[in-house]
């Protein structure tokens, strides 16, 4: 069995962002970067199938991004992942999640892998698309949004369950396969420094626009969302500290929240 | 391409989901502008109820696909469903609510049918040629993005819960029912059961109103406070991932950026300091009160309104104050 896990170099959770010059992107300079939590689950999920089985031949990642997203490859490798992919290309610099989805699907199609693992959501672009997207245009059935994952004796399907609004479904599901990877599946083991010495042995596949065939046609019809303009989140207006004992001022807390904010 | 706009009516239980009312709104102000139609799309198995409370103000046509192999969701089927009505209306924008279902099943579709896609959108409208063009949080709110779409391809967009408002007035729709085709390999998931979480307790993702707790709530036993406060204003209990991770609550109930997304119309947050990736689950609230016996803690930038004690003090007269107003109308 083939496992291909797609990951995403994001800014570090903490950043503070600040919109550059031109107003459509952050900027960069002095951002931590790190590899997107969800996919971090997407990575040990992988690497935890390997080790519970005999059957998992290899497990690939593969990340679209600049020269730097390489470290997210290499962080991926150390944790256990084989081999890596790298897409990169000027060419591909402006694409929206939907052309992104397109592009991997591309690399991807004649790689026979049987399981594709992603994080449910990138902490960036907050968008979520491109693991249904990919699968859909892999023509593969996807779980989204899995919090558990159990691959069955046989290798040729899995039951994962999946977190919806108030409630946890139960799906089977015949593989290849898609499966988004949601906070609770499982938690990225650090990886260790001589796995990281090791990890920088290990090969990594890099994809130019030449690789993909009619790159621009393909394209062309799919997504094509554009960033427009980027400004700082909308700012709240500024609160009140309501004062008094806590009797007194939940009192008057209530009163405000009936009359004023008409919340309750 | 016509100038209709289409709704995902999205329905569980034979029950419309509020989000999904709530798409109305903004769809009737596009269609206004392009001078096409509202159309919903209900999908499901036994849907005449769900159908029905989609005859609101605004709507001029409801299609149903219905069939027994769509009572639950399945990522694939009712991918198929959705592209059949949208082959059938042919619209120029498609909303979906940014629930769960709404963000699994939109990019399948976009993809499907070379759309452009953007997600949890907070504003939306068209420019001077008719393109859809939409704001939308990211960088985990700490950012606003607007995005412009193609105005030669379907554009879809899902829409954050509590954007806009449903309409509160009946409609005189015309429904009419498509036959489900099942594609090929739609078989290939199975729903095998769906176990609703927390029992009876109403989930973070669907409450009007939220009290969440922190790493101060101390244990498990005390969220009790939280639960009986949760009660009396009908809410939901959410969490810090601090509270969540020491064991407090479930992950379930986990508000944040590893979390869930909230927007509920109020959120009281009791002992939580607010860090940036617990604000980025739910500085989208109308209204934020923040529990915090440190006045320096960043939840207070965001809130409304904030009472510096200590949460084991207000949570308990809290719940007596709203009990006594409850009792009082
Ligand atoms: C990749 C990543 C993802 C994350 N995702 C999430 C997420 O989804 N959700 C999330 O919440 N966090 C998330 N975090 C963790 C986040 O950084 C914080 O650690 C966490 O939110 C802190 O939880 P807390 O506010 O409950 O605890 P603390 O930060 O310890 O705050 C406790 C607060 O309680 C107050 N307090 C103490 N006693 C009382 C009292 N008696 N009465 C009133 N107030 C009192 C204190 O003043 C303090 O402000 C994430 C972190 C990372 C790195």
């Known amino acids: 069995m083939r496992i291909l896990v797609l990951i995403k170099q994001v800014p570090d959770s903490t950043t503070r962002i600040k919109i550059a010059a031109g107003g459509t992107d952050i900027d960069r300079t002095g951002v931590k970067l790190v590899v997107n939590p969800f996919d971090e689950f997407a990575i040990e999920q992988a690497v935890r199938l390997r080790e519970a089985r005999s059957d998992i031949e290899q497990i690939t990642a593969l990340t679209v991004g600049p020269a730097k997203a390489a470290e997210a490859l290499r962080t991926a490798l150390a944790v256990g992942c084989d081999d890596g992919i790298h897409i990169q290309d000027d060419a591909f610099a402006g694409f929206d999640e939907l052309q992104t989805a397109r592009l991997i699907a591309t690399a991807v199609k004649d790689g026979g892998y049987d399981l594709i693992l992603v994080g449910k959501q990138e902490i960036d672009l907050d968008s979520g698309h491109v693991g249904p997207a990919v699968a859909e245009f892999l023509d593969l059935p996807h779980v989204g949004t899995a919090v558990k994952f159990e691959l069955a004796a046989d290798g040729k399907s899995f039951t994962a369950n999946r977190r919806v609004e108030g409630a946890e479904e139960t799906v089977q599901v015949t593989l290849p396969a898609v499966v988004t990877c949601e906070k609770g599946l499982c938690e990225m083991r650090y990886p260790s420094l001589p796995n990281l010495m090791k990890a920088k042995k290990k090969p990594i596949k890099q994809v130019t626009a030449a690789d993909v065939p009619d790159a621009a046609s393909l394209f062309a019809s799919v997504g094509g969302t554009k960033m427009a303009d980027l400004q700082p989140p909308p700012s709240r207006p500024p609160g009140k500290v309501i004062p008094g004992e806590p009797e007194e001022a939940v009192k008057e807390l209530v009163r405000l929240l009936r009359e004023e904010a008409k919340a309750i | ?329």
């Open chain 2, 1 to 329: 391409m016509t100038d209709d706009i289409l709704i995902f009516a999205e329905q569980r239980d034979n029950r419309i989901h509020p989000a999904a009312l709530q798409l109305v709104t903004p769809a009737r102000a596009l269609a206004d502008k392009t001078g096409g139609q509202v159309v919903a799309c209900v999908v499901g198995d036994q849907i005449d109820t769900a159908a029905a409370a989609m005859n609101v103000a605004g709507v001029n046509r409801i299609i149903t696909i219905s069939n027994t192999s769509l009572a639950v969701y399945s990522a694939t089927r009712y991918r198929t469903a959705l592209v059949a009505a949208a082959e059938k209306v042919q619209p120029r924008v498609l909303l979906l609510p940014a629930s769960f279902m709404g963000r699994d099943l939109s990019p399948r579709v976009a993809a499907r049918l070379s759309a452009g896609l953007g997600t949890d959108v907070v504003e939306l409208d068209l420019d001077g040629d008719g393109a859809l063009e939409i704001h939308r949080p990211i960088y985990n709110g700490k950012a606003s993005a607007k995005l412009t779409f193609a105005r030669d391809r379907l554009a879809i967009a899902t829409v954050r819960a509590n954007t806009f408002p449903a309409p509160t007035d009946g409609g005189a729709a015309a429904t009419e029912s498509l036959a489900f085709t099942p594609g090929a390999g739609d078989d290939r998931i199975t729903v095998k059961g769906i176990e609703r979480a927390g029992g009876e307790v109403k989930d973070v993702a669907e409450a009007d109103i939220i009290v969440a707790g922190g790493r101060a709530l101390k244990n498990e036993q005390n969220f009790a406070l939280l639960y009986k406060l949760a009660k009396e204003l009908d809410a939901a209990v959410g969490a810090s991932r601090a509270a969540c991770d020491a064991g407090y609550q479930p992950h379930s109930r986990q508000v944040g950026l590893t979390g869930k997304t909230v927007t509920p119309k109020l959120y009281i947050a009791a002992g939580i300091s607010g860090a940036i990736q617990h604000l980025a689950g739910m500085r989208g609230s109308k209204v934020i009160v923040n529990i915090n016996t440190d006045p320096e803690a960043p939840l207070a930038q965001v809130a409304d309104y904030t009472i510096q004690h200590d949460l084991f003090k207000v949570i308990p007269a809290l719940t007596a104050e709203v009990r006594a107003l409850k009792a009082q109308s």
